[in-house]
């Protein structure tokens, strides 16, 4: 079970004041309006009251989350069980090593306009050069006419 000391903030002598009113757990604590908070002594100023608002709501989403990512790691090592019996070996999509994949991509992808870029440059140069070249050689035919 949750505590309200387990909230950022809570320490043991708000967690007694808060049961004292009834506010028994984090859900409660959040559900509450900041007037309500405020009317508790001890929680009656703005920004105490809004802070402690804010740590059970931060709490409270931080919890959802972490069981989120548990059940659905849960539930991809199951596939991935039932996906081995069945067919040999075939590997799930881990959402992070795909996210890897991706980075690894864009940085491939980076690097080949970087080269695309500076053979570019590197064949402008050399049409330039060339251009010169082929200047001067007019130039030294003219003379020779």
């Known amino acids: 079970m949750v505590k309200l000391t387990d909230v950022t903030g809570i320490g043991p002598v708000t967690a007694k004041l808060l ?3 009834k506010i028994k757990t984090v859900e409660a604590l959040a559900s509450m309006s900041l007037a309500e908070l405020k009317k508790i002594p001890g929680l009656s100023g703005d920004i ?34 039932v996906a081995r019996k069945k067919a040999g070996v075939i590997q799930p ?16 992808n980076k690097k080949d306009d970087k080269k695309e870029e500076k053979d570019k440059k590197k064949k402008d140069r050399n049409k330039k050069k060339d251009k010169k ?4 050689k ?6 020779k006419s």
């Open 133 to 136: 070249k082929n200047k001067k």
């Open 93 to 108: 999509v881990n959402p992070a090593e795909e996210d890897e994949v991706k980075d690894k991509d864009k940085k491939k």
């Open 19 to 21: 049961s004292e009113h």
């Open 138 to 143: 007019k130039g030294k035919d003219k003379k």
């Open 48 to 81: 105490r009251a809004r802070a402690i608002k804010k740590a059970a709501t931060d709490y409270l989403q931080s919890k959802t989350v972490k069981q989120l990512s548990t059940s659905a790691n849960s539930i991809q090592t199951t596939v991935t069980k």
